[in-house]
C-alpha cells in the first residue's frame, strides 16, 4: 500500500474530521466557500482536477472521461459568470456510471431537487437555473493556469464532510503526516476525557494542558 492509499484508509477507518485534518496542516487546506448539498456524507479519495471556462463546459465533459472508481472530483470554475456548470446528468453520470466517492465544484449547480433527492455526496458553492453552454470555445484557458491547478490539486487527498472540504497536498503524503493524524486523534480523545471525567475545563484543558501536569 503506498502512502496516499495508507493516508486514505486512516482517515477513512477513524473518520478524521475535514476540522481535524485542517489542524493537522496548520489550519489550512480548506476550499474556501464550498458548503456540502446533502447533510451527512463523508468522503476521502484521491483528487481528480478538471475545470471549466468561460461559460463552456465542453472542456469539462471531454475531462471527465478519464475519472476513475473512487476519485474525488474537484471541478474548479473560471470566468463562467455565475452560471451552473452542471446538474443531475452529469452528477448521475460520475456518481451511479463512474462510481466517484464524490463531486466539489467551485461554483454553482443546477436540478437541485433532483440532487438533493439522490442525496448524491456533492460540495459546491451555491445555485443557479442558468447554466453553461456546451458549446467548444475558440480560446482556451491559459495553459500556465491548467499547469500550476493540475500540480496543486490533481493525486492530493479531498477529506470531505459537514463543515466543509480539505485538501492534503502531495507534499503531506508522509508518514510524518500520518503521526500528525494519529496525535490529533489522541489529542482530541486526551480532550474529552479531560472534560467528561476529570471535569476541567476547555481553558483547563486545551490551553493550560493540565493533563500533561504530574
Wanted: proline share 2%; glycine share 6%; aromatic share 10%.
Amino acid at each position: 500500500m503506498d502512502i496516499q492509499q495508507k493516508l486514505i484508509e486512516y482517515i477513512k477507518k477513524n473518520r478524521v474530521s475535514s476540522t481535524e485534518v485542517a489542524d493537522c496542516l496548520g489550519k489550512t487546506g480548506a476550499i474556501p466557500n464550498v458548503k456540502a448539498l446533502n447533510r451527512g456524507h463523508f468522503e476521502v479519495g484521491n483528487v481528480f482536477w478538471a475545470y471549466a471556462y468561460g461559460g463552456s463546459n465542453w472542456d469539462l465533459h471531454e475531462q471527465l472521461q478519464h475519472v476513475k472508481e473512487n476519485d474525488i472530483v474537484l471541478v474548479e470554475v473560471f470566468d463562467s459568470n455565475n452560471k451552473a456548470v452542471f446538474g443531475d446528468l452529469v452528477s448521475k453520470y460520475l456518481i451511479l456510471y463512474r462510481q466517484v466517492s464524490a463531486i466539489v465544484v467551485t461554483g454553482n449547480l443546477r436540478d437541485v431537487p433532483r440532487l438533493m433527492k439522490e442525496n448524491w455526496p456533492i460540495w459546491c458553492e451555491g445555485f443557479n437555473p442558468i447554466g453553461c453552454e456546451n458549446v467548444q470555445l475558440e480560446s482556451k484557458l491559459d495553459e500556465k493556469i491548467i499547469i500550476e491547478r493540475r500540480n496543486k490539486y490533481h493525486g492530493a487527498i479531498a477529506v470531505c464532510d459537514d463543515t466543509g472540504v480539505v485538501l492534503i497536498p502531495k507534499s503531506f503524503h508522509n508518514e510524518e503526516f500520518h503521526r500528525r493524524l494519529e496525535f490529533i486523534e489522541l489529542q482530541e480523545d486526551i480532550w474529552y476525557e479531560c472534560i467528561d471525567r476529570k471535569k476541567m475545563t476547555t481553558f483547563e484543558a486545551v490551553c493550560l494542558k493540565k493533563y500533561e501536569q504530574k
